[in-house]
């Protein structure tokens, strides 16, 4: 029986694992990681489907992501205990922006008018109303455990120092480390850009709102405010004044937070790459043995976005070559 190792219990890596199990249902698959949920950084994400802080070369690979993952959160509203639903909102912009890319993918696309864009807010010069997606990670991460879990999966915790020790004893290695690259595979590309947020119970507020500064985001049973966006920074200490100006900002934006009670504060460190690293290579190692390893890490402030077309894409690079596995 093959051996195929996934390297990361976050939302690339438990997606990947599920998309390889399809594929590959006679091989045996391990995720290896050092910290799993609720305790990494797809914990802190809101979840919402929407391209940002992101870069790939590819724009129709990376449409195809976005589409494919689009589909998958949308086809799991109806699971219960998946976390997915839908939500409604502004996007604005101080400065003048296209239509973006993902335009057609969305429901109910529609760019604001001038009246509109003045009643949300003083200088915002482009915007849209739209329903999108909202996949709440630490929900569907235990949705996707479960189901690797029952078809047999294997789940170590280990932190993995040298990538290439682990091609003696599989035929496949999956990384899926996140800002861990860093380290793993020694990648300088990738470093943190720490975003922090603060979950509040606020159920007036019915519709998202962002404007490249501060956002307010639904989940199923909170509204999560954001969004700092702090390059090269690692501090994971929550800032009290950072909290503040968050809270402040917001209810300028949505009034409705008014009184909202407080659940909690989170800090995140985002995995940002020049460019996200979704690639194979072959390593030989000093036995002279190959082994197939799959890059699928740097998603920025996108992995809930992109996951799932990342994770289906893993399975074309490991490729039909791999049919025996
Ligand atoms: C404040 C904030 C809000 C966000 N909101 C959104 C949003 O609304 N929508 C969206 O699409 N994205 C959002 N994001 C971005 C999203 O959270 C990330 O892009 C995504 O979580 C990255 O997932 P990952 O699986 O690559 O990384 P992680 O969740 O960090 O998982 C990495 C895994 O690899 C393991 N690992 C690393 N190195 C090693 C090693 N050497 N050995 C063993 N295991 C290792 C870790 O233990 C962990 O299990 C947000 C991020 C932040 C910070
Ligand atoms: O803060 C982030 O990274 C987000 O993607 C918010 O949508």
New binding site residues.
Partial sequence: MSNIVI???????ISSALTIQKKFPKAKITI?????SPF???D?????W?PYLVNFPNPDLLNRICRDTFNYISSLVEKEDAGAMWQSGYEVNRELTEIPHWAPLVRGFRRLNEDELNRLGEGYKSGQFFTTLALEPTTYIAYATKEFLSKGGIIKQ???ENLVELTDSFDVVVN?????AR??VGDKQISPIR?Q?IRVRAPRVKHFFCDGDYYC?LNSNCVIL??THDEGEWNMEVNQDTAKKILEENIKRTPELKGAEIISHHV????FRSSLRLEKETIRNTNGRETTVIHN?G???????LFWGCALHVVELIGNGKAHL
């Fill in positions: 390297i990361g219990a976050g939302i690339a890596g290896i990681a050092d910290k799993f990494i950084t797809s802190v994400a809101a979840g919402f929407w280990e932190k993995v899926c480390s996140g800002l861990g380290d793993l975003g947020i985001l954001g969004g995140g460190l985002r995995p890490y998603h920025g402030g996108s992995g809930i976005t």
